[in-house]
């Protein structure tokens, strides 16, 4: 009777969802516990990520203003790794842009698409699905893999930030919005979303590293904006924008700054304090601690 309980519970189990993944730079460096939780929290709701094997960067950084060819190169040779037939996912809202940007170029293309084929040695695959982080929370149910959403987050008080990347450009203006998940999904889970006008501004990108003191000044008004709000931390959809928010925020005590993967992961009980927040510049486990949160950590 056991062995027939558990094979009917196994075939009711949705099948595992497969996506391909490109992680970019800044998640395997920097923001190396974005990456960490991110992958957590897809194994907890039955999902597999594989990672294109010898990806490289997509050219985000300074390639594509400074040297288009470069550019136009790292972002064709990303795509022609990703294996047909399994969407290809990316985390970095940057990232998503500079591929996504140049495999819409290469449909419309006849001559590039002939290019990138005699570069590659492989067709040009016209059905690939190239797809946010945030697209996952549409194919699954949060629901189907966590008791008592509504208890996790116990009411933390999070400013959700996107960023500016996610504002699609002209090349990918008929793509979806996906502003509004994160306080979305967070809201499921218990958290509270404290809107604060600040949510899709610049954080500077990379004028941090060339022009520091204009990154300091746009990210001090966006943290201060939320805490004003009454924001007890800022929820981040961007590797980056978590970077430049904590390393040019010359604020006194500052809110903390959290990978939006970091408190699904947490609210799944698959939080991992050892690992993700000594990599924080701003320590929140003193406010987790406060929010009774902890006991969803390991």
Not at 7 to 21: G, I, M, V
Not at 205 to 210: G, N
Not at 233 to 242: D, K, N, P, Y
Request: charged share 25%.
């Amino acid at each position: 009777m056991k062995k027939f309980s558990e094979k009917n519970e196994a075939s009711r189990r949705p099948e595992r969802l497969k996506f391909s993944f490109f992680p970019g730079c800044s998640l395997k460096t920097s923001g190396h516990e974005n990456t960490l939780s991110l992958l957590k929290f897809c194994d907890r709701v039955n999902v597999e990520l594989i990672e294109l094997e010898d990806w490289n960067c997509c050219g985000s950084s300074s390639a594509h203003s400074v040297d288009h060819a470069v550019a136009k190169m790292l972002s064709m040779r990303n795509i022609s790794l990703a294996p047909k037939g399994i969407p290809l996912m990316i985390a970095c809202p940057s990232c998503l842009i500079r591929i996504k940007s140049m495999y819409l170029k290469l449909k419309k293309d006849n001559a590039l698409k002939c290019e990138y084929e005699e570069l590659w040695g492989k067709p040009f695959d016209e059905d690939l699905e190239i797809i946010h982080f945030f697209e996952i929370l549409n194919r699954v149910r949060l629901e189907d893999h966590i008791d008592h959403p509504k208890e996790k987050l116990k009411k933390l008080k999070i400013a959700p930030y996107y960023g500016c990347m996610l504002s699609m450009p002209p090349d990918l203006r008929f793509e979806k919005s996906y502003y509004g998940i994160i306080e979305k999904t967070l809201g499921k889970l218990g958290a509270d979303p404290i809107f604060f006008g600040y949510g899709a501004r610049c954080c500077g990108t990379y004028l941090s590293v060339a022009k520091p003191k204009i990154a300091q000044k746009v990210v001090n008004e966006i943290v201060l904006k939320a805490m004003e709000a009454g924001a007890e931390c800022i929820v981040t959809a961007c590797s980056m924008c978590h970077l430049n928010l904590e390393i040019r925020c010359s604020l006194e005590n500052p809110i903390p700054i959290l990978h939006f993967s970091e408190l699904l992961s947490m609210a799944l009980g698959a939080g991992d304090k050892k690992k993700w927040f000594p990599r924080h510049l701003i320590d929140p486990v003193p406010l987790l601690e406060k929010r009774g949160l902890l006991t969803l950590l390991n």
